[in-house]
Every structure is written in structure tokens, then in C-alpha cells.
């Protein structure tokens, strides 16, 4: 059996490696404790953007209420206020209320909101899709196209969303109830409607999150059922999310200024009784 015995050159090499090694891991060690301590505790990537979108019916209702329960309470976040170029809107709805009026966009312009994006009316492939897929109860082809509309305007938003880590998504056309702190969670979505279900009308929290929410048209060929709701495409479309749901609630405004006081759990929540606007 023969034995290998190192000889001294060896040793000296062998002794080098474990010291460069050694000096290498102290040097990494010192660089992480001093990366780790010249950062802020919290982390800086946080940045935020808040956005509207939709067809803001009455601004000079929904407005003051925009800035205290959303723009005010989140001071660090950019605001894009996005909203179709129509003077007038009329939607005859086959069993609820039916609306009809002129759209004024002067309180917006006038307002200090920075990001104003008045988009045209923008026709998609999308809408004879959806027209085939009508009507849920209450809802008529106008509805449906103003479905259309809405998703539309959703989707001129989402490539604004790559440049912040937090996304509030809101509709223009509403009185916000409940104060909204943008980062309180990573995929909230107000739970809704008579079913108490799916909100397709506003979320907050991570940005590849608002992008699940938002992105509404890329994968409409794949649900199956007969009718298309809002709220029961959105439920079949974020299945697999993990999703937070929150008791935040705003009531929808009508053109005419009328206000949805039955939107916040069936009326038990009222907005303000001597409100003229009120409708039972
Ligand atoms: C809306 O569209 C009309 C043309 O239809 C245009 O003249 C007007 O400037 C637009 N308004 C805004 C605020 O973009
Ligand atoms: C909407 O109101 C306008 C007047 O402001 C009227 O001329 C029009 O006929 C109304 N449309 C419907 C569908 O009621
Ligand atoms: C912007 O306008 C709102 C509503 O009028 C007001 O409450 C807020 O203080 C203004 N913000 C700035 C920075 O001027």
C-alpha cells in the first residue's frame, strides 16, 4: 500500500486557498451588514399609483369624496384620472333604473389632479363577443356595451401599472363610503352586489395582482357559460387568487346625480339621509 504523504509546497498552497477563501466570505459578510444597514427598514420599492377610470357621469357629486376617502389618505401615490370623452350618456335599463343626461368635465379640469387622460369611446374586437353573451336579469344590450367600455378603459390603464409595486384601481362614477389605505393588502376586492360576490369595480394591493384583475379581455373566449355578468366572469377569471375580501364600500352614482344608497349592504350603511340626491 503506498501512502501519500503532502510535501511542504502543498501545505503552503493548501494553506493560501483557505485564506483567500476565509477572506473572500469575510469581505461578502462585511458588504451584506453594510448594505443591510445603510437601507431604510421599510423596503424602497414601495411606490404606488392610484387610478379612475370608467365614464364620470357627475363630478361634482362623486368628487369630494374621491379626495378624502382615496387621494388625501394615500399622499405617496401617483393619480391618473382616466375617463371617456362624452358630453351625454343614456341607458335604458330593461328593469332597474334607466338614466339620461349631460356630462360636464369642468370640476376635473379644475382640480388639482395631475394625470387627466380623457380617452374617446375606443371600439374592440370584443364587443360582438359580449353582445352575444347578453343579458343577465336588469342588464340590456347598452349595458353590456358599456360593460364593454369600462374593461376598455381598464386595459388603456394596465401599462401605467409597471412603474409602482402598490395599485389602487376605483371607479369615477361612485361616493366612496370607507377611507382606503392602498397598501393594507395584496389583493383586496370589496365584496359586492345582492350576492355579496366579486367586486369588478375596484381593487388594491401588488401590482401583478391589479394586472390579474384588470386584464379583462385576454382569456373572455375561454368562459363557458351561455350570459355574461360582470361580477360572475370576474369570480370564474381570478379562481386560483388568493383574494382578500374587504368591507370597503362606495354607493354608484347615476348621471342625473342620483345616488345608489342600497349599494352598501342592502342600505344598512346610508350615506346621508338629508342628501336631495337620495334614492330609495
Ligand atoms: C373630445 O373629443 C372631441 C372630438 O370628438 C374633441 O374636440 C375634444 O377636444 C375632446 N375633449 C377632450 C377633453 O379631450
Ligand atoms: C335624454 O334627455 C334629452 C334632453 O336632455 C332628450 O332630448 C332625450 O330624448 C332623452 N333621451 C331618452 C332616451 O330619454
Ligand atoms: C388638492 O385638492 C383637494 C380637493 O380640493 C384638496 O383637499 C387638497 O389639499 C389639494 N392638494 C394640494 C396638494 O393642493
Known amino acids: 500500500m503506498v501512502r501519500h504523504r503532502p510535501k511542504p509546497r502543498q501545505i503552503q498552497i493548501l494553506f493560501h486557498y483557505f485564506l483567500a477563501t476565509f477572506l473572500f466570505f469575510y469581505l461578502l459578510y462585511l458588504h451584506v451588514l ?8 421599510s423596503a424602497p420599492s414601495r411606490t404606488c399609483a392610484i387610478f379612475f377610470y370608467g365614464l364620470a357621469k357627475n363630478l361634482p357629486i362623486t368628487l369630494p369624496s374621491t379626495f378624502q376617502k382615496i387621494i388625501l389618505p394615500n399622499p405617496t401615490c401617483t393619480i391618473y384620472y382616466q375617463t371617456q370623452n362624452l358630453t351625454h350618456t343614456t341607458t335604458p335599463h330593461a328593469l332597474w333604473d334607466s338614466e339620461n343626461g349631460t356630462i360636464s368635465y369642468t370640476a376635473l379640469l379644475s382640480s388639482n389632479i ?6 374617446p369611446p375606443s371600439p374592440s374586437p370584443y364587443l360582438p363577443y359580449l353582445l352575444s353573451k347578453c343579458c343577465s336579469p336588469g342588464s340590456t344590450p347598452t349595458s353590456m356595451s358599456n360593460l364593454h367600455q369600462s374593461w376598455s378603459s381598464l386595459s388603456l390603464l394596465i401599462p ?18 370607507d377611507e382606503v389605505n392602498i397598501f393594507e393588502s395584496d389583493f383586496a376586492i370589496p365584496r359586492w352586489g345582492s350576492f355579496w360576490g366579486f367586486n369588478d369595480r375596484m381593487f388594491y394591493g401588488k401590482k401583478e395582482n391589479a394586472v ?3 386584464e379583462r379581455f385576454k382569456r373572455l373566449k375561454e ?6 355578468k360582470g361580477e360572475t366572469y370576474l369570480k370564474w377569471l381570478l379562481k386560483d387568487e388568493k383574494i382578500e375580501f374587504v368591507d ?3 354607493l354608484r352614482v ?3 346625480g342620483r345616488i345608489k344608497v342600497n349599494d352598501c349592504r342592502a342600505g344598512d350603511r346610508p350615506y346621508d339621509p338629508a342628501n336631495p340626491h337620495l334614492e330609495q
Open 34 to 41: 453594510h448594505t443591510s444597514f445603510s437601507s431604510p427598514p
Open 114 to 119: 395631475s394625470n387627466i387622460l380623457i380617452t
Open 160 to 177: 401605467f401599472f409597471t412603474s409602482y409595486s402598490h395599485i389602487g384601481i376605483f371607479r369615477n362614477d361612485v361616493v366612496f363610503i
Open 212 to 214: 390579474k384583475w384588470a
Open 223 to 228: 368562459f363557458d357559460e351561455p350570459i355574461l
Open 248 to 250: 370597503t364600500c362606495f
Open 254 to 256: 347615476r348621471v342625473d
